[in-house]
């Protein structure tokens, strides 16, 4: 059974950091990411990595945002430094893999920046 059991989210200040973390279960995937929602607006990327480690992230948060990941653990990580209050939303886990295809989602955890 797969499970990706995600933590870190929280309140901070503008300027402030926080780490999120997916720890996968169930199996190994070839990408794993982070995705966004805010209230009333569509879950968008935030930032993906491959198992070969080559990184994808959203515009507005180049610079401010590194994803990670560590294989032997099966984790994803997502290191938030100069948080901004549009960063404000739900943020969730995914991994997914092509061959053959598989989809899933973490529960999400809110990350709340107040200015």
């Known amino acids: 059974q797969v499970r990706l059991v995600e933590s870190g989210g929280g309140l901070v200040q503008a300027g402030g950091s926080l780490r999120l973390s997916c720890a996968a279960s169930g199996r190994i995937f070839s990408t794993m990411g982070w995705y966004r929602q805010a209230p009333g607006e569509q879950r968008d990327l935030v930032a993906s990595?491959?198992?070969?480690?080559?990184?994808n992230y959203a515009d507005s948060v180049k610079g401010r945002f590194t994803i990670s990941r560590d294989s032997a653990k099966n984790t994803v990580y997502l290191q938030m430094n100069s948080l901004k209050p549009e960063d404000t939303a739900v943020y969730y886990c995914?991994?997914?893999?092509?061959?053959?295809?598989?989809?899933?989602w973490g529960q999400g955890t809110q990350v709340t920046v107040s200015s």
């Open positions: 990595i491959t198992s070969g480690g080559s990184t």
């Open positions: 995914n991994a997914n893999s092509v061959f053959p295809y598989s989809n899933y």
